[in-house]
Structure formats: structure tokens, C-alpha cells
């Protein structure tokens, strides 16, 4: 069979514009659990190679119910006490942080849905690689709560790191 050149009428797709490299702005989504510790721990770490700066992102969740109470972590951080601990605790992270590496800030939103608000904060910081923990959920929650980094890697504008 022999070989044909392609026509005039064939187009081909454009090359798709990827993610700047290496990175200018990396962020950290933190929850304060020994996974996202890791998580950021190798993000601040990936920055200082790079010379880029970092931003540890935690999200306070909102509860859903109103007057609904329980001892849900998630249900507490609406509280401003819960607010505030939060914001003590992501000031403690910071400064463990800035001695890897003195380029890191961090953010604090309050939120319903904390993949949405993760999702909002990497465009408005502009965002060039997200990084997060793989989910510590059992098999027996994971049907009921998802996992966050599924909904990251799916709808994210920017490039993904797992870590686990």
C-alpha cells in the first residue's frame, strides 16, 4: 500500500497551551492532618527547588443545616471560636513552613463546599500547580463524602499533584 502526503484540506489540531513551567505560584490545600502536613511539607519544598512562591490554603467549612448542632469538626468552624483556632492553627503551619522556605503565605476562606472555595481561591490567586493529600477517608465513608482531589483533578484550570 503506498503512502500518501496529506491533503491541502486536512488540518491539524493546535499544540494545547500548558501550564507555565516551571510553576510561578503553587498552592497547598491544608486540612491540619498528618496527610496534608506531608502534602505541604513537599509542596514548600518543590518551591524552594523551583524558586516559586507557595500559599497553604485551608478552608473553613460552613455548616449546611442551619441550627442543626453536633460535634462535627465541619460544623464548628462556622463558629468564629472555630474560625479563630483555624487561623491559630494555620499561623502555626506558616511558621513551620517559612523555616523550609521563607516564600510561603497562606489564606483562610470559609465555605459550604471546600473544593468550590479551593477551586475560586486558584483562579483568584492565579494559580499554577495545586497541590493536595490523597482523601484519608475509609472505604466505609468515601461513598457518603467523595473525594476531594477527584473533584480537584476534574475541574481545576491548573495542573494537580496528589501526594500521598
Known sequence: MKATAPSQTETT??????ATLPPQHIMVAVDFTPECRRAAVYAVRLAKELGTRVTLLHI?????????SSDDPADRSANPFYQKQAANQLSSELTAMRQIYAEVGAALRCGVDPC????????????????TAACGYSD????????????????ARCPVLVVH
Open 116 to 131: 468550590a472555595e479551593i477551586l475560586k481561591a486558584t483562579k483568584e490567586f492565579k494559580v499554577d500547580l495545586l497541590v
Open 60 to 68: 473553613c467549612q460552613e455548616p449546611v443545616f442551619c441550627g442543626y
Open 140 to 155: 466505609l465513608k468515601r461513598p457518603f463524602y467523595g473525594r476531594k482531589e477527584t473533584s480537584l483533578i476534574f475541574y
Open 13 to 18: 489540531s493546535p499544540i494545547p497551551q500548558l
